[in-house]
């Protein structure tokens, strides 16, 4: 199978309870019996597909607490991988969020 290039971007930050208020940062709180399934599974979605349409670029989306773990393992299959963190974007408004109390 040939490498794709995969643009992973990060968006939204979820916990066993919701939604966070929090600004975390990637690769937090990533739980290996729950999150590597995952990551194993869109894996093989994502390359099942890009090999069946013959796609080379690729363009997903994840959770925060993927980003690192993901796009190595994505790296180590040979695909070229760029990550971009949506909340680092100028045009980014997490206006919506609510705010955390103190």
């Given at each position: 199978?040939?490498?794709?290039?995969?643009?992973?971007?990060?968006?939204?930050?979820?916990?066993?309870?919701?939604?966070?208020?929090?600004?975390?940062?990637?690769?937090?709180?990533?739980?290996?019996?729950?999150?590597?399934?995952?990551?194993?599974?869109?894996?093989?979605?994502?390359?099942?597909?890009?090999?069946?349409?013959?796609?080379?670029?690729?363009?997903?989306?994840?959770?925060?607490?993927?980003?690192?773990?993901?796009s190595k393992r994505l790296a180590?299959?040979?695909?070229?991988?760029?990550v971009k963190n949506v909340r680092?974007?100028?045009?980014?408004?997490?206006?919506?969020?609510?705010?955390?109390?103190?």
């Open positions: 199978m040939a490498g794709f290039q995969l643009t992973l971007y990060g968006r939204i930050w979820v916990t066993p309870k919701g939604l966070s208020a929090e600004r975390n940062s990637p690769s937090r709180e990533w739980v290996k019996e729950v999150d590597e399934p995952r990551e194993i599974y869109w894996q093989m979605v994502i390359e099942g597909i890009s090999t069946a349409c013959k796609i080379q670029n690729v363009l997903a989306t994840c959770g925060l607490a993927h980003l690192g773990s993901f180590s299959s040979g695909h070229q991988v760029s680092d974007e100028s045009w980014n408004d997490e206006s919506w969020r609510p705010t955390r109390k103190a």
